[in-house]
């Protein structure tokens, strides 16, 4: 399978409110509720195999220093074949971001996933990521 990413907001709205009702954290969430959270978002990747929505995350930032990663969620059908990291890869690859040096996500069970990508825990059931752009930044 090789997934099309894409990085508009404009998105088929029911798709996305199944797929984030797919994941059993976010299956509460209203329609009104998802349109405001993607409309304040920066950045919402999504993942297409043809026409069906198979994947998504969304990134709030500040496009220089911090980057954080929200509601990444790939459709159960799909997961385990690597389209995870594809998304992830996606995000901190993004041009847009090039000059983000610190992201951060919070998970509650995917603790194992984000460590193989490279993330390292940071207080709890937070993660963050150092994209070194420079081997003369100082860090936290």
């Known amino acids: 399978m090789t997934p ?8 088929d709205w029911e798709q ?6 797919s994941a059993s954290w976010c299956r509460h969430r ?11 978002s920066q950045l919402l990747i999504t993942a ?5 929505l198979i994947a998504c995350a969304r ?5 220089v220093y911090r980057a954080v990663v929200f509601d990444v969620i790939v459709h159960p059908d799909y997961q385990g ?11 901190v690859n993004h041009p847009s971001l090039k000059e983000v040096e610190y992201y ?13 990508l490279g993330w390292e825990e940071y207080s709890g059931t ?9 081997p003369n930044l100082p860090s936290d």
């Open 104 to 116: 951060f996500l919070y998970t509650a069970d995917k603790q194992g996933f984000y460590r193989r």
């Open 126 to 134: 937070s993660f963050r990521l150092i994209k070194k752009l420079s």
């Open 30 to 40: 209203s329609l009104e509720q998802l349109t405001k959270a993607i409309h304040n």
């Open 16 to 21: 996305l409110l199944e797929l984030q009702h």
């Open 81 to 91: 074949k690597g389209l995870g990291r594809q998304l992830m890869e996606q995000i």
């Open 4 to 11: 099309v990413f894409r990085d508009t907001k404009e998105i």
């Open 59 to 63: 990134v709030l930032t500040d496009y």
């Open 48 to 52: 297409w195999e043809g026409n069906r």
